[in-house]
């Protein structure tokens, strides 16, 4: 790697939201970054532009995380993007933000409810893990975005926390297979977020927003760079020594 070159992170689902927040978090810090967006291309166009006229570069690339085949050629031309842009081949950080939510009571779920959280949130996460890392350089970071709701109970979220529960068993155990090349993996665990998921509900509902923030220990819910910034504490030499770690970022959430 030349010495001028950058280090490089990919952030999935980074067109907007909290995996924007950490696209911005992670370019501040000098990391080039990889915003990858399933569908709108001007959203991801727009986010690309925003962190290169804030002085940090990106690149955006196309990436359904539901659809498991396409990770191979997805791999292959990530790594023709950095070495085109930046003369890099490896990765150094790879953010699993992308993820879906369906949230309702036991007797509503359906089948299609189950394979389509569980095969976003569990199977696109752990197979698109497979086809990056041998991509990460020795010394990378796998931060992997889980929820508080592991954590604390909640009516209508156990499809979606049982995902994320299953997240976080799987960081502890490639925190161990990855360790011998020096790879940190860790998961981070954020509460309530004033972000588009779910529908923006906890940004734009005030009646939620209100009995959320009566529910944490410092009185609000959160803001996306609150997250990001720990994210990208995750992804810096700081915490080198901290792997296998579930980060809890929630304001201390019903503690």
């Known amino acids: ?12 689902g980074a067109n907007r939201g909290l995996g924007l927040a950490t696209a911005r978090s992670l370019a501040e810090r000098g990391f080039a970054v990889v915003l ?6 001007a959203e991801a166009a727009r986010a690309v532009a925003e962190i290169r006229a804030a002085g940090g570069d990106a690149l955006a690339a ?5 659809d498991v085949s396409s990770f191979a050629g997805f791999a292959a031309s990530l790594r023709r993007g950095i070495g085109e842009r930046w003369g890099r081949s490896g990765l150094d950080v ?15 779920a359906t089948v299609d ?13 752990f197979f698109l893990i497979q086809a990056l890392a041998p991509h990460l350089e020795e010394g990378g970071r796998i931060i992997n975005v889980s929820t508080s709701l592991t954590r604390h109970l909640s009516p209508g979220t156990s499809l979606y ?7 976080e068993a799987l960081t502890r155990s490639l925190a ?8 940190r993996v860790n998961s981070i665990a954020p509460g309530p977020t004033a972000t588009d998921f779910n529908g923006g509900a906890m940004r734009d509902d005030p009646e939620l927003r209100s009995t959320l ?18 994210i990208a504490a995750l992804a810096s030499d700081d915490l080198r020594w901290v792997t296998a770690e579930r980060l809890e970022v929630s304001g201390g959430t019903l503690l």
């Open 113 to 125: 409810d189950f394979e389509a959280v569980v095969g976003t949130n569990l199977r696109g996460t």
């Open 94 to 108: 790879l953010v699993n933000n992308a993820g879906i939510g369906v949230f309702g009571l036991l007797a509503d």
């Open 36 to 41: 990858t967006y399933r569908g709108d291309v």
């Open 161 to 167: 926390a049982a995902s994320k529960a299953a997240v």
């Open 213 to 230: 923030a009566a529910q944490t220990a410092l009185g609000r819910v959160g803001q996306p760079d609150e997250i990001a910034d720990a």
């Open 62 to 66: 196309r990436l359904d995380l539901a």
């Open 1 to 12: 790697m030349s010495v001028d070159a950058p280090r490089i992170a990919v952030v999935t």
């Open 176 to 183: 161990v297979e990855l360790g011998p090349r020096g790879i």
